[in-house]
């Protein structure tokens, strides 16, 4: 199921324009436009969730879809051995922007924390 004004969603159908660095039947994975380190990709559902709150107990299949796409794409960029983030927020207080669930991958220098 797609929703016609999700931003992601609207990637996926290919009606925005991004940089596509993974796709599967389940997941699409692409760079973010603003990254906060040197590799930053976003990993999201092609199927539209709004978030891990709308997530059910039948999704497990797409959870680990969602991570196993991450941790390949962290080999493949180089940062799997020296470490990243993987971050997922979840709703307005936890920093969500885009109503359509992600995993951002950042990688490729230190990171801190608090992240803010």
């Not at 389940?26 to 997530?55: C, N, S, T, Y």
């Not at 999704?59 to 080999?75: H, K, M, P, Q």
């Amino acid at each position: 199921m797609s929703d016609p004004i999700c931003l992601f969603c609207r990637i996926i159908r290919r009606e925005l324009p991004a940089t596509v660095v993974y796709e599967d039947d389940e997941v699409l994975a692409f760079q973010d436009i603003a990254p906060k380190a040197p590799v930053h990709l976003l990993i999201v559902p092609k199927r539209h969730v709004e978030g891990l709150q709308a997530l059910e107990d039948g999704d497990a299949g797409l959870i680990g879809s969602l991570f196993a796409c991450l941790t390949r794409l962290a080999r493949e960029r180089g940062v799997a051995r020296s470490g990243y983030r993987a971050v997922v927020n979840a709703g307005a207080d936890g920093g969500q922007s885009v109503l359509h669930l992600h995993l951002h991958l950042l990688g490729g220098r230190p990171m801190d924390w608090p992240p803010g």
